[in-house]
């Protein structure tokens, strides 16, 4: 296969394309589930506002009396609590849509900026190639060799607590995934002739680089991103589990579970176990469909 | 051989400089730790004589090769919080921690091993699968929730283990150890199993794939075909080619596992390192960060140095492309 | 011929897939004699190595055994399960591989692997079973098999490695040795050396060798009998030398015809035209009909097995009539004992 992929464009629209991947795709009902595990994930915490019975974060709205109530007792709100209370009378089913909605916030967030960043990185490592590459990849190589976790920390050890600085820590800690990913694939188209042809023409370096190269990326790119939006999901409720990540002002999944730790040993076990099953709902759906869309992607890697 | 390992410890050499020198601008060039280490209403003497005490007003580059020299010295500073030298306080702090990730290492291997030979072995039983899906459930649950159920499980509910801490310790070499003793074992049981999962999941999936490998290999049917035993064909040919990649995986994952001990220590209040640093940046005990990261970095390049030689020892292919 | 070693009747291997039961080997007949070579010669596809892995139980699931017998000195083997069948595999019927490059592990020692082989079937020391290692690699014609043993596959080229291979199976000083294509991924200089190093244990040792393959030119020159198979039947089996001075199949002539070094240089290489039909939709009758050009009405019903007065037998309702020119050989040279 020497012709260039765009070539190949024209002859199936978007929506074949589309409708061959579903067809594959439905092929396993493990993957089907957690597809719609995820729809109803995204679904919750978007619409948290309107689905959730009480803003958690109102502290007007909470009522001590209402504290650490049991799964499936009424409060003075009126309403069932079904998955109960914490310790400052929130509602944890409110509380997990909200959290819910940090948590994938910070995910999606984290994984396209190390998306576009990975991306480029690993984008211009392959197009200028000689010794820009070898060192760019040096870096990828070493940096992928250390857990996320430890430059996590040297990062939030770095950079302090709060949003931003965590998407900034996940990011570093992922982006390098991407690099390598990105300047596999287009490393590998970069040696075949027809790119050679083109780049012997005036034509402008971006055209390669967008029309060429970052399209035969594309495929296992998908794959990755889907995985590391799970991992940033998982790594961001690590480190607000440690108090390292977001403050209770502005809980995520893992501060929620942080949160009703010290009641486990006291019984109640609900405050941390019902956001922990939510997170790992989240990030296991998460992971089977990136799983299957590889499969699908790529046939000859699975099993 | 000589060159190339005098190339390889160049390497990890330059990794480790260039860590030290990230996380030392990283860590001292923001905020001000003389806030962190004094009351905010002590007068001013005090104040500059602290800043002068710990060389603060120097230019940046000249405080970090003060540090650099000092920890060639073994000397990696004193502590903000506990008053006490870094290198003794995080060395008191070791033998906990190598202990964990050690033992978990060990569940990883006694278990993800057996599993994965079994579902490379019969990849279509009923039991592979559940082994494959346990699997997965063990590298993509954040292990700290991990954690948390079992402390639920085997602490709360079932009340067959302790829910946290280290328990009674015995001297051995100068260091304290708990795996001396019973009850010591009934300590760190828990948390090692969960330090393990992570290493399990991707230990079992290393092992399948090989053999799955291995058993729809040529030399695996002449093998059959000479009359070897499946036994023997197990044993003989599928353990000695997963071998590599397994030394290679154990080897690199003993490092992030000492990384990924801050959770599990955090989760069951066992006083390690992980523990240490963790408490170490709520509180902006500086010295202690960056003493921390550099050794974490400094073992975690040295156990990939080992791990790159065993490798070629392993492989009579790598050997030869080594000496030539 | 009642002093067959191996006689394999009938043998029928099937394959369960989603299409339906493909039959690899559907009624494969035929039988070898102490120290003679039986060339069993086909296209890829024809059941050839299928043929080969069954007599051997070597057959893994959605394959199976659906029929037939594998006598080995009389006895059928298709029957015995796990460790009885064990105990043939090596001892009494050993393999060779194609490929010597995939066939040796490439992480273990020649000689751990033939020690392995040799402790399979005989509890002897380590010691004991090196020494024997070392005396079979002696006996193929490999120099200095002391260092040899300590080597790893690849320091060894790749008929040295198919030596070993076959001083593998030679271990156990096997009734037959089943050897599959074991020359296609050689040279020709070294194929050669093998194949003179074969004909010479057969004499000597009395193994009798069933070699699969795909090339007329080696058989020719090895082999004491051929079977030819076509679509998991034998459509041809005979002497060597009279099958191949004057074929009886339509489809052995054209194999044959299609051999270059049969052929006048500067004229167009005769072809068997079409290609070999997949086993999931063979045509009614006979299998070989579509590419044949004596094809006929009847050979849409199954053609019968025509046996013919020296022994040979072909499977065709119109077989080709003897010619009687002077035998010819593929090669220059060749193995064939005198007898």
Known sequence: MSHSPVLALPAETGWTRFSNFWSDFRQSPVAVAALTVVVVVVLMAVLAPYVAPQDPYNQEALDLFDARLEPGEVGSGGYVHWLGTDAAGRDIFSAILYGLRTSLIVGVMAGTLALILGTTVGLIAAYYGGRVEALIMRIIDLQLSLPAILLALVLVAMLGQGLMQLVAALVAAQYAYFARTTHGAASAERRKDYIEAALSTPLPARHVLFRHLLPNALPPLIVVATVQVANSIALEATLSFLGLGLPLTQPSLGSLISNGFQFLLSGRYWISIYPGIALMLTVVAINLVGDQVRNVLNPRRSR | MIGFLIQRVLQALMVVIAMSIIVFLGVYAIGNPIDVMIDPASDQALREALIQRYGFDRPLFEQYFIFMNNMLHGDLGESFIYRLPVLNLILSRLPATLELALTAMLIATLLGIPLGLWAGYKPDSLSAKAIMGFSVLGFSVPSFWVGLLLIMVFAVELGWFPSGGRGPTTEVLGMNLSITSLEGWSYILLPAFNLALFKLGLLIRLTRAGTVEVMGSDYVRFARAQGLSEGKVVGLHVLKNISIPIVTVFGLELGSTLAFAVVTETVFNWPGMGKLIIDSITVLDRPVMVAYLILVVFLFVMINLVVDLIYGQLDPRIRVKAAS | ?339
């Open chain 3, 1 to 339: 011929m009642s002093d067959a070693v191996l006689r394999v009747n009938n043998l029928q291997t099937q394959f369960e897939t989603r299409g339906g039961v493909l039959k690899a080997v559907d009624g494969v007949s035929f039988e070898v004699g102490r120290g003679r070579i039986l060339g069993l010669v086909g296209e890829s596809g024809s059941g050839k190595s299928v043929t080969g892995y069954s007599i051997l139980g070597l057959i893994e699931a959605p394959g199976r055994i659906a029929g037939g017998e594998v006598l080995l000195n009389g006895k059928d083997i298709t029957r015995l399960r796990g460790d009885a069948m064990r105990q043939v595999r090596g001892a009494q019927i050993a393999m060779v591989f194609q490929d010597p490059m995939m066939t040796l592990n490439p992480v273990l020692k020649i000689g751990t692997q033939m020690i392995a082989a040799v402790r399979a079937h005989d509890k002897v020391s380590r010691k004991a079973a090196r020494a024997r290692a070392r005396d079979a690699l002696a006996k193929v014609g490999i120099p200095s098999p002391e260092e040899r043993l300590d080597a790893y596959p690849h320091q060894l080229s790749g008929g040295m490695r198919q030596r070993v291979a076959i001083a593998i199976a030679l271990l156990h000083s096997p009734a037959v040795i089943i050897a599959d294509e074991p020359t296609t991924a050689l040279d020709v200089s070294i194929q050669g050396q093998i194949l003179a190093e074969v004909r010479r244990l057969a004499d000597e040792t009395g193994t009798a060798f069933v070699w699969v393959t795909h090339d007329l030119a080696v058989v020719s020159s090895l082999a004491d009998d051929i079977c030819v198979m076509y679509a998991g039947r034998v459509v041809e089996s005979g002497p060597a030398a009279d099958v191949i001075a004057s074929p009886r199949h339509p489809y052995t002539a054209g194999l044959l015809a299609s051999v270059p070094a049969e052929h006048e240089p500067g004229t167009k290489l005769p072809q068997v035209p079409g290609s070999t039909p997949s086993l999931a939709n063979l045509p009614q009758g006979c299998a070989f009909a579509p590419r044949c050009a004596k094809a006929g009405p009847a050979c849409t019903t199954t053609p019968p097995v025509q046996q013919f007065e020296d022994g040979r037998t072909a499977l065709c309702h119109y077989p080709i009539e003897p010619v009687s020119c002077q035998p010819l050989s593929l090669t220059s040279t060749t193995y064939r004992s005198a007898s």
